[in-house]
Each structure stands twice: as C-alpha cells, then as structure tokens.
C-alpha cells in the first residue's frame, strides 16, 4: 500500500525523479505527477540565448538538442539543478542577472560536425533510444526533382543524391556508426520516413519502395538485418528464379514433344 502514496516534500521528488527510472511507457505520467508540486507560473523574456536551432529535450529529459544556424554542427547541452527561486508576488526585477541567462539553466556537452560543405542537417528528424541514450540524426545534400530514370526507381518521385543516418551517444558525441542511401528519397520531415521500436529502426524509400529494417546492436553499429521490397524474404529471389528456370524447361520440353509429333504426323 505504500506505494500508493507519493511524498509531497519537493526536494524528495525530485531526488527521486533523478535516481529511479519509470516503467517503460510511463515516463510522461512520471513527469505530469512531478508537477503536481511544481508548476510554472511566469515567463522570463529577451534571455541571452544562443543563436542555435533548438530541436528537442530527449523523452528522458537528460539532453537538449540543438543544431547551428547553417545545419551542418550538432549541439547538445545537459539541463542544470534550478538555482534561482522567488515569492509569487516578484517580477522580474527581484532576480538576479544569471536568471536571463541561457548558461544558468544549461550546460554545453559538445558540438560536432555532422554534415559537409553541400550536405544539411535534417532539423526535423531525430530519434532517441532511451535505454542506450543514443541519438540518430540525418543529413542530406539538396532535392533533386528532375531526376533520370533508373532500375526500381518509380517515376516520378523526386531523389536526393545522398541522405546519412548517423548514430551518435548523447553522453559524449561520440558517432559510433553511420548508414547512406545514395540517389533515394525519404521523407525525413518529422521523422516520417523512418520509425524506431526498441532496437530496430524501419527506414522506407519512397523512390524504390522499400523498406529497410536496421538493428541498433548493443556495440553501437547499425546492421541491416531485412530488406522488404520487390522480395520479402532473403531466398524469394532464389525461389523465383529456380521456378523460373523450371518453367523455361518445361516450355521446352513441351515445344520439343509438338515438333517432333508434326514431324510424325
């Protein structure tokens, strides 16, 4: 029964919040509890912030993501312990200085180059797989729509010379591994295009209609463990093929009996 009762000390919630992990799934529900102490009642304006794209806190609340104004460097800072606190009744001139300042409430980890000189950082996609806090992001060179026909391309949809998914762990910057799909087309705003589930990512080209189903192994690498397009399984081709040559025999074969019973006749 003790569990039914959550302390209403704020100090201790949010000790607990730092050291005990939610059950899968519930992480929203632990941060909406939270609030039943704490709850933002008023607007700091005009803070001396960077001039970055911010994108997103991490499901988990650990990181925030964000990228240079020219879409090529990755940025990520780690929130701070709150350090300024006031009375209902004050504004904004009973706190300190540091209080409108961005590098009072966060701290920098890092910034990495993601992109080259003709590549971008897709600002709208970003996956994050909680229980490794690895991130993956993606970078692009521009959308072509006049592109020439190829081999499994459909026609008509447009291509981009190259799209890179890139594996990277929060805690240091560290990339651990990287995938690219050359001549392709994936809709990477709001990470459409690609789906992440426990350790798997499904990554879908529209251009060749497939489906690419990536593992994230426990090392850090992306393996490409199924491909679902014009054959689902690994042996369709082989099993299409072999009953193809069989088929072709058979044709001859059939072709051979009618020949040689005209020749009879």
Known sequence: MVGFFRSGNLASRV?????????????????????????????????????????????????LVAFSRNHQDLIVYRPIWLTFSCHEECDSHDLPANAERFDSFFKQLYSISLAS?????????????????????????????????????????PSIEKITFYLVRLEDGA???????????????????????EDLVCIVSLRYQTIHV???????????????????REDDELFLYSHGQSLSGNIIINLWFTIEFQIIV
């Open 15 to 63: 000790f607990d919040r730092q050291f005990l992990s939610p059950r899968p799934g519930a992480t929203v529900n632990t941060v909406r509890q939270f609030y039943e102490n704490l709850v933002p009642s008023y607007t700091i304006y005009d803070i001396d912030c960077p001039d970055y794209s911010f994108r997103k806190f991490t499901d988990d609340g650990k990181y």
């Open 117 to 157: 000189s003709n590549e971008y950082i897709c600002k709208d996609f970003f996956l994050y797989m909680e229980c490794h806090q690895y991130g993956l992001f993606a970078t692009s060179t521009a959308q072509s729509n006049d592109s020439s026909a190829t081999d499994g391309a459909i026609h008509g949809v």
């Open 214 to 232: 990536l593992q994230i192994r426990d090392s850090g690498s992306l393996v490409e463990v199924r491909r679902i397009g014009a054959f689902c």
């Open 175 to 197: 990339i651990l591994d990287e995938k690219a799909f050359c001549n392709d087309f994936i809709n990477l705003a709001h990470s459409i295009g690609a789906y992440l589930y």
